[in-house]
C-alpha cells in the first residue's frame, strides 16, 4: 500500500498545512478520552491505564505517555507523506507491534471513524469551499494511515 495512490500532491499539501492548527489543543488525549467514551472496552486493551477511572485519566502518565507516542507516530506519518516508501515501512512497523494485542479490523474502523471525526470538526470553518477541501483531503489521509496500521497489526503470521 503506497501513500501514492491515495493522496496527490495537493491534498499531501492541504494535510500538512492544516496539521498544525488541527494537532493542537490536546489532540490526542481528547481522541483517547472521546475513543473510551464511545467503546469503553477499548481502554482494557492498554495495561497500564487499563482500570484507572475516567476521570483520572488525563492525570495518569501513562495515559499522557501514550498519547504522546500517538501523536508523535501520526506526526512522522504526516511529514513521510511525500516518502512513501518510507511511511509505508514505518506504518508496518508499528502494525507489527500492535499484533500483539490481537486487534481485529473493527478496533481500527472505529479509530478511523474517530479520527476522521475529530480532524472534520478541528478545520477552520471560515471557508466552507477550504473546508471541504480540507476534509477531502484528510480522508484518504486517515484511511492510508489506519489502514495500512490495520492490515500489519491484523495480519496473519507464518
Known amino acids: 500500500m503506497k501513500s501514492s495512490r491515495f ?3 495537493s491534498q499531501t499539501a492541504l494535510v500538512k498545512q492544516s496539521w498544525p492548527m488541527i494537532v493542537s489543543n490536546s489532540f490526542w488525549t481528547s481522541f483517547y478520552t472521546n475513543l473510551f467514551k464511545r467503546s469503553p ?3 482494557l486493551q492498554f495495561d497500564r491505564f487499563a ?3 475516567f476521570e483520572e485519566l488525563e492525570s495518569n ?3 499522557l505517555a501514550h498519547s504522546f507516542r500517538t501523536g508523535f507516530a501520526f506526526n512522522t506519518a504526516i511529514e513521510l507523506l511525500e516518502t512513501p516508501d518510507e511511511l509505508h515501512k514505518i506504518l508496518v512497523d ?3 507491534k500492535h499484533r500483539k494485542f490481537r486487534l481485529t479490523a473493527n478496533h ?3 479509530v478511523r471513524d474517530l479520527l476522521t471525526r475529530m480532524i472534520e470538526d478541528r478545520l477552520p470553518t471560515d471557508e466552507p469551499a477550504r473546508v471541504a ?3 477531502e483531503a484528510w480522508k484518504p489521509c486517515i484511511t492510508l494511515v489506519v489502514g495500512v496500521i490495520m492490515d500489519s497489526a491484523t495480519a496473519t503470521v507464518d
Do not use: D, I, T
Open 108 to 110: 481500527f474502523e472505529v
Open 7 to 9: 493522496l496527490n500532491e
Open 94 to 96: 508499528l502494525g507489527e
Open 61 to 63: 502518565v501513562h495515559f
Open 51 to 53: 482500570h484507572v477511572p
Open 133 to 135: 477541501l480540507l476534509a
Open 41 to 43: 472496552s477499548y481502554q
